[in-house]
């Protein structure tokens, strides 16, 4: 059984740091591209930024350049997030998620996420 | 950059009610970039439907996707109690990026 365990979310003020960290199971973890998938309190899905297999390819949504890096240990089966310059706007639950690529592109499991608020 | 819009916000219906969910692009993208996820309040999103028309894993078959170039649309044939949920169409496009919908609740009439 696939399984995405999130953790590292927290409190922190503005301006500060956090690392988040998904520890995966259940799947050959070095073969499939992974993803964070942050929602907001009450908002929609935003994807944040996606890694490939061997860790070669990152991409990131726009809003979160320079500031954040996505990053993976394939030998401890685990993505991270590390987060910095931290924003109110970053507030959200964080998902870790394995992503399907072709022919077909989406999310097929998704971790429980982990909170993360950023307090002004 | 492809914007992902949803119709309706909400839509209110009863158990046995069919739900029609209607995604749009902004422009023409591959069938096989557009996918439907499912969530209920506190849980994670949950895949139901990718390359617009294919059923994951263990979806029920009252769940069904359509549709191509702009516009693709969710079907749930006959609403289950269980089915009442936020439910989000993804887009891919080669950047890569992803794009969701702002979602569609579905709720109880």
């Known amino acids: 059984e696939v399984q995405l365990v999130e953790s590292g979310g927290g409190l922190v003020q503005s301006g500060g740091s956090l690392r988040l960290s998904c520890a995966a199971s259940g799947f050959t973890f070095r073969s499939y591209w992974m993803s964070w998938v942050r929602q907001a309190p009450g908002k929609g899905l935003e994807w944040v930024a996606n890694?490939?297999?061997?860790?070669?390819?990152?991409y990131s949504v726009d809003s979160i350049k320079g500031r954040f890096t996505i990053s993976r240990d394939n030998a401890k089966n685990s993505l991270y997030l590390q987060m910095s310059s931290l924003r109110a706007e970053d507030t959200a639950v964080y998902y870790c998620a394995r992503a399907r690529s072709y022919p077909f592109y989406y999310f097929d499991s998704w971790g429980q996420g982990t909170l993360v608020t950023v307090s002004s | 950059e492809i914007v992902v819009t949803q119709s309706p916000g909400t839509l209110s219906l009863s158990p046995g009610e069919r739900a029609t969910l209607s995604c749009r692009t902004s422009?023409?993208?591959?069938?096989?970039?557009l996918a439907w996820y499912q969530q209920k309040p506190g849980q994670a999103p949950r895949v139901l439907i990718y390359?617009?028309?294919i059923r994951d894993t263990g979806i029920p078959d009252r769940f069904s996707g359509s549709g191509s170039g702009t516009d693709f649309t969710l079907t749930i044939s006959r609403l289950e109690p269980e089915d009442y949920a936020v439910y989000y169409c993804q887009h891919y496009d080669n950047s890569p990026q992803f794009t969701f919908g702002p979602g569609t609740k579905v709720d109880i009439k």
């Open positions: 422009q023409s993208v591959s069938s096989s970039y």
């Open positions: 390359g617009a028309s």
């Open positions: 890694i490939k297999q061997e860790g070669s390819e990152k």
